[in-house]
């Protein structure tokens, strides 16, 4: 586990007071628009969450507290802690990481790990793969046993899901993250949430809002127009806030028109409490803290990773008249509402064993429902055994484990299944398997002044030569190819989508002397698979899929389950084919200007017309599928009305699957700038072989939308709209042409 607080201080130390004056000029002259807060009163009581009871109970807690008192629990006391108050029996929070697994014990006031032998957990297959599986129960499932392990370990507060959305397939944390579209992401925050909050602990959706990259992402300033934020990248936490009621929020690194997020008018007061009527508490992320008067008015409730700013400075503002103490009093009635809805236990018993089978049973659903089958010309796959007699697995990835790496954070696993593990438990004696190393993580020596490993790109050629004499000899070759939690990671942003360490010339080489050989791509981020593809006929991708990562991925590729994932990101032929590349407003400089507004992810490749190597939604199967009778309730809706959708799906194989219909919609003659398509449904549906299913879909009319600027609302143009259902964003296979009156 890395050290974070270089990378903190880094950021809050030496850019801090520069930032902060030229903040907030930058707010008083070009952004008053979005100061939109009055500190005249204090805002009215919704009480969508909460119980009066609960509520009462707040108020007069808050009522016996000294300021001091008050002030003393608006910081983290430790770095996962923030103080309660024993003399009122409040005790205190535990955080914790988040979100793929239950972080190993760490020093009260460090990020060292305390060494405990009983705090490993279960490692949960990372953001991207849980997209990949389309499958909002297994979201709740995931909630459910990672928010069950957390309240084993006594934490209150689960620091996921992470749900910014995919901009640029460089971003270091894609793995984390779900998806470059908002629905699928919203749907996913949504059960993920739920099932967290159903185990009793709180959930933090994160990083709120736009931080879509690593690069400067302490500093950066991003800027966009507000319908691509209303469209893009806002629906998850909204969604997290109205749909989930999630009890707490983290601000992100980053500056958004101008101000940090942790002191954002804009987004924390006016659109977060505001609009979506928040009622939990907003922590920073840590040391995303860059004042205190500003922090404590715009927005923040509790500065983590630092005591610099809400500690003894917000008393003084306090005691100056700078903060009132009703703004304070919020703070604490929010950080009362989860105290209570955690019900937190004052000594947690941090040494206890939390992975379970049940827990192990949904990690294995959700790594074999994300893994994705890409390619499979020659039906090569699945692999028939009766046939097979040696097979050679080959590459670094059918050996590392992926629950550690890398910065940020980590699960100590209790268990993490290889791939080559989960061939050879699964297989027995009915193959011989022959590993061989092929490629080995290397990196360069490190440079002055850069973040993170430097990657080597060179192919090992002693390495290659043993890949090839194994792949000669066996009757099929397996190459586990992609990255590592090295090549991906927070902090920083790769640099290319190639292959590292020379991946691309142990493929040729491989798949030149064997032509059974299988790639499987293990990576949760898009990389360069040009080479891959035109070099062999079946490729398959997992991701960093957690715990039984290993034994999903052997049962897929010998043919005990079918594939049903779906790629929840574009895999472009090129980097520059993807919208901030193409016009390079990547990573920008203190500035990233989203020029490409809404026209993220596939909207962007669809609307161009750019052809992606693999396209968002993309995923076969070891049966193929035909669709047909789409129909909707009527022609002609209203405003106001409900689009009821229905087709049939026949399964045409002879292989029991899960198949995602992907209902997207296009508006004939817009009348504003409009994706050439955009997700509005989906379904995941499982389909017997030879039997045909009906699948039903609702979506509003309203549902049809974009955020007019002019108008500062959501408006449905009235006219022709196509619903079209498919395979994929490229795979359309029925449509149906509706009225909006
Ligand atoms: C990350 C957060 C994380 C926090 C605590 C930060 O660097 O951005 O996602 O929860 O560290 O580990």
């Not at 919704?46 to 807690?61: A, F, G, P, R, T």
């Amino acid at each position: 586990m890395k050290n974070k607080s270089t990378k903190n201080n880094l950021y809050t130390k030496s850019h801090c007071k520069l930032l902060l004056i030229v903040s907030v000029i930058i707010m008083s002259v070009g952004f008053s628009a979005f100061r939109v807060s009055s500190f005249s009163n204090p805002p009215e009581n919704k009480l969508k969450n909460n119980s009066l009871h609960v509520e009462l109970k707040i108020d007069s807690i808050i009522s016996a507290m000294t300021i001091e008192e008050k002030i003393n629990m608006l910081y983290g006391n430790g770095m996962f802690t923030s103080a309660g108050l024993e003399r009122l029996g409040i005790p205190e929070l535990h955080y914790t990481d988040g979100p793929f697994g239950i972080r190993e014990e760490l020093g009260k006031n460090s990020w060292n790990p305390l060494g405990l032998t009983t705090d490993s957990a279960t490692f949960f297959p990372t953001g991207s793969a849980l997209a990949a599986t389309w499958n909002t129960d297994l979201a709740y499932a995931f909630g459910t046993g990672i928010g069950e392990e957390a309240k084993t370990r006594g934490k209150d507060i689960l620091l996921g899901p992470a749900v910014n959305i995919t901009r640029t397939p460089l971003n270091g944390r894609t793995f984390e993250y779900f998806s470059e579209d908002p629905l699928l992401n919203s749907k996913l925050t949504v059960g993920y949430i739920k099932g967290v909050q159903n185990a009793g602990v709180a959930a933090c959706v994160k990083h709120f809002a736009a931080n879509n990259q690593e690069t400067n992402r302490g500093s950066v300033n991003v800027k966009m127009d507000e319908r691509t934020l209303r469209e893009i990248y806002l629906p998850a936490f909204k969604a997290a806030v109205e749909e989930a009621h999630v009890y707490t929020v983290m601000s992100a690194y980053n500056k958004f028109q101008g101000a940090y997020c942790a002191e954002n008018d804009y987004l924390l007061n006016k659109i977060l409490r505001n609009e979506w009527n928040f009622q939990g508490f907003v922590m920073s992320d840590w040391g995303g803290t860059h004042s205190t008067v500003n922090s404590a008015l715009y927005g923040l409730d509790v500065e983590m990773g630092t005591r610099q700013y809400f500690s003894k400075p917000l008393l003084d503002a306090v005691k100056k008249g700078e903060v009132p103490v009703w703004v304070i009093d919020e703070k604490i009635r929010r950080i009362l509402r989860v105290n209570f809805f955690a019900n937190s236990t004052p000594t947690p018993p941090a040494n206890s064993t939390v992975s379970t089978p049940e827990h192990g049973k949904i990690v294995y659903d959700i790594a074999l429902q994300s893994i994705v089958l890409l390619k499979n010309n020659a039906n090569i796959l699945p692999i028939n055994i009766s046939k097979t007699k040696k097979i050679a697995v080959i590459g670094d990835n059918a050996t590392h484990k992926h629950a550690f790496g890398g910065f940020g954070a980590g699960v100590k696993a209790r268990y993490e299944i290889t791939p080559l593990q989960g061939l050879q438990s699964r297989l027995g004696n009915k193959a011989t398997i022959n590993f061989v190393q092929g490629y080995k993580p290397k990196f360069l020596p490190a440079k002055k002044g850069v973040f993170g490993k430097q990657i080597d790109y060179q192919p090992d050629a002693d390495l290659i030569k043993e890949a090839v004499a194994a792949a000669r000899k066996a009757d099929v070759a397996i190459i586990f190819a992609g990255t590592n939690h090295d090549v991906e990671t927070e902090a920083t942003d790769r640099t290319t989508l190639a292959l590292p360490f020379g991946q691309d010339e142990l493929i040729k080489a491989v798949s030149a002397v064997n032509k059974n050989t299988i790639v499987v791509v293990v990576a949760a981020a898009p990389v360069d698979l040009n080479t891959t593809n035109k070099s062999v006929s079946a490729i398959l991708w997992s991701w960093y899929n957690g715990s039984e990562g290993g034994n999903a991925l052997a049962d897929i590729l010998i043919g005990n389950a079918n594939p049903s994932g779906k790629l929840p990101l574009t895999i472009p032929v090129s980097l520059d084919d993807s919208p901030a590349h193409a016009l390079k407003t990547f990573p920008g400089d203190s500035v990233a200007n989203y020029t490409e507004g809404i026209l993220v992810g596939y909207r962007w490749f669809d609307t161009k017309n750019i052809k992606p190597l693999f396209c968002f939604g993309h995923g076969l199967s070891y049966t193929n599928y035909s669709y047909s009778e789409i129909q909707t309730n009527k022609p002609s809706f209203n405003q106001a009305d409900e689009i009821e959708i229905s087709l049939k799906v026949k399964n045409t194989g002879n292989k029991d699957g899960f198949e995602t219909v992907q209902l997207y919609v296009s508006d004939m003659a817009p009348k504003v700038l409009k994706a050439a398509k955009e997700l509005k449904a989906f379904k995941k549906v499982f389909v017997a072989a030879g039997k045909e299913v009906e699948v039903n879909m609702k979506i509003k009319v309203s549902d049809l939308a974009f955020f007019d600027e002019k108008l500062s609302k959501w408006v449905v143009t009235p006219g022709s709209y196509k619903l079209m259902a498919g395979a994929s964003s490229q795979d359309i296979r029925v449509s149906s042409i509706i009225n909006v009156e």
